[in-house]
């Protein structure tokens, strides 16, 4: 296909997005102000179903309870490239628009990534005839890794089987004729448009934590209680007296939060509970931490006499991304976003599941501007719609006719050069044998 040709197709796909602007940016906004935790995110699901099925292309809804998709077929044979857009929300109840009963706010940003998938499905419905091949574009629940105990208890109700929504999607074979992947994701302070040249994370594992010790009166009797708050405290400082064996270029982070810390103040507690992220760059490393971690959560409970319950919980892996996909993307960015606010991060100390999507396949999640504040803090907002949904979706929607342009030539390049460090099915075993992981740190 000609220059000319392609750079019409992409103009045509930038003035039906610019179209548009205005209703994605109530949706954005809409969704913001009604945010939902994961697997639980039914009202966002179904306003995102609602404007694919506006766009005319047929839509699966209610897959790992909460997923939707739309298909976009050029007609042509060629890859199937999904762009992905996160359904759920973190908990932060200082939020101006928290929800007042569950704290579920969108300071994780992902009501933007809604946007920049509907504007790259608006162009390329626009656009893409032409093309060759398919593109999925896919809400995806739960990739905040959080309420734990809640989703092990629909994990015990036959639900769901994984913790966190990609690796459910996996295993439920959602990607499983899927040949890359591309989603973006908004960083942290930076309200005007820009670019992140950043392309792997951290990974981690989930970790649960109990102490189960000896109730009894808290001032009458506490010699014959057995205090499961002390070993728990105890266990944290033995924690954080490893951190400073933890090697820089590693990017090692340990964090946790007690979720239960007894029941009451008279009483000496008997059951405290905890729940921890052991996060690094490198499976290796974080599975050589999450040994010395546990160690030291045990020690606490051995000191005082309490018993000590660890879970170990598969998490995500590390992000491997396709440089192929975020050259593309970045030079589909450069007409649109100043040069000097592209900028390299470096290394993303936090985690995300496009990382068990990197294993697999080609994928690509660089980080865009329009947000200021700390994601995941209460100050976190969108400061420009426009930066924040239309700059990268017009650069989805050209990467992508670049990618399937030419009888999709360079999506073809990609996939037969591509090397994925684990098959799905040696990703899906090795997730799995993370529920037996502390059984195995005992022995």
Not at 105 to 127: F, R
Not at 347 to 369: E, K, L, N
Not at 410 to 419: G, M, N, P, Q
Request: charged share 25%.
């Amino acid at each position: 296909m000609e220059e000319e040709k392609i750079r019409e197709l992409k103009a045509r796909a930038w003035k039906a997005i610019d179209r548009r602007a205005e209703e994605l940016e109530r949706f954005v906004r809409d969704v913001g102000k009604h945010a939902e935790v994961g697997f639980f995110e039914t009202r966002t699901s179904a306003r995102l179903e609602e404007f694919l099925k506006g766009l005319r292309l047929p839509v699966q809804s209610g897959f790992a309870l909460t997923g939707v998709e739309a298909l976009f077929d050029a007609g042509k044979p060629g890859p199937k490239v999904a762009v992905l857009g996160e359904l759920d929300s973190v908990v932060c109840f200082d939020a101006p628009d928290a929800d007042p009963v569950t704290g579920a706010a969108h300071q994780c940003g992902h009501h933007v990534q809604l946007g920049v998938l509907l504007a790259t499905a608006v162009g390329l419905v626009e656009s893409g005839q032409e093309l060759a091949g398919k593109v999925v574009f896919m809400g995806v629940p739960a990739e905040e890794y959080i309420q734990i105990e809640r989703r092990l208890k629909l994990k015990e109700e036959g639900k769901i089987h994984f913790i966190g929504g990609k690796a459910e999607l996996i295993r439920l074979g959602r990607f499983d004729d899927v040949d890359m992947t591309m989603m973006i994701h908004a960083a942290s302070n930076r309200p005007e448009a820009s670019v992140d040249r950043s392309q792997t994370s951290n990974g981690f594992v989930g970790l649960t934590v109990r102490y189960i010790g000896r109730q009894a009166h808290a001032a009458a009797s506490p010699d014959q209680g057995v205090n499961a708050l002390n070993a728990a405290v105890l266990g944290i400082s033995a924690v954080n007296a490893l951190r400073e064996t933890f090697r820089d270029e590693d990017h090692v982070r340990v964090h946790f939060i007690i979720t239960k810390g007894g029941d009451l103040v008279n009483c000496v507690p008997d059951d405290v509970r905890l729940e921890a992220y052991v996060r690094a760059s490198s499976v290796p490393v974080i599975e050589e931490t999450l040994a010395r971690v546990v160690r030291a959560f045990k020690a606490g409970g051995d000191a005082i006499g309490a018993k000590t319950e660890c879970r170990v919980l598969p998490g995500m892996f590390p992000l491997s991304g396709c440089p192929e996909l975020y050259e593309l993307f970045y030079k589909n960015s450069e007409p649109l976003v100043p040069k000097e606010n592209f900028f390299n991060g470096g290394h993303m100390s936090g985690s995300t599941d496009m990382g068990d999507v990197s294993q697999i396949m080609p994928a690509m999640q660089p980080s865009t501007g329009g947000m200021d504040g700390a994601l995941h803090a209460a100050e976190a907002r969108v400061t420009d719609y426009n930066a924040a949904v239309i700059v990268p979706g017009k650069a989805m929607v050209a990467a992508l006719i670049d990618l399937l342009s030419d009888d999709a030539a360079r999506a073809r390049h990609i996939v037969s050069s591509f090397k994925p460090n684990l098959t799905r099915d040696e990703y899906l075993k090795k997730l799995n044998s993370y529920f037996e992981y502390a059984h195995k740190l005992e022995a």
